[in-house]
């Protein structure tokens, strides 16, 4: 499956964006979908994930309640909404399909290139 992300860009502490992650290639709703993102000098981490059917959904504590993860089969997309923007979640944003739901980057068969999110302060 090939994936293609966007919404990244600037935007001041306190604000939104909304990400999106485009499938193509294989059945979307065969897969769980995950948001990782990795900033300079840092490793990959997950900050989001959803089961293949939205039936289950997990975000990494450090966004709870800020960053909210959806999916829309009949479009083959994913979306992260991210609310209340910090300056710490600068980073480049992935999605990534796996065919179970994880929290690390060695679950995933597939990724898309990343989107640049800068939140200034």
């Known amino acids: 499956v090939q994936l293609q992300a966007s919404g990244g860009g600037l935007v001041q502490a306190g604000g939104s964006l909304r990400l999106s992650c485009a499938a193509s290639?294989?059945?979307?709703?065969?897969?769980?979908m995950g948001w990782f993102r990795q900033a300079p000098g840092k490793e990959r981490e997950f900050v989001a994930g959803i089961s293949r059917s939205s039936g289950r959904t997990y975000v990494a504590d450090s966004v709870k309640g800020r960053f909210t993860v959806s999916r829309d089969n009949a479009k083959n997309t994913v979306y992260l909404q991210m609310d209340n923007l910090k300056p710490e979640d600068t980073a480049n944003y992935y999605c990534?399909?796996?065919?179970?739901?994880?929290?690390?980057?060695?679950?995933?068969?597939?990724w898309g290139q990343g989107t640049q999110v800068t939140v200034s302060s």
């Open positions: 290639g294989r059945t979307f709703s065969d897969y769980a």
């Open positions: 990534a399909a796996a065919y179970r739901p994880g929290f690390v980057p060695l679950n995933y068969e597939y």
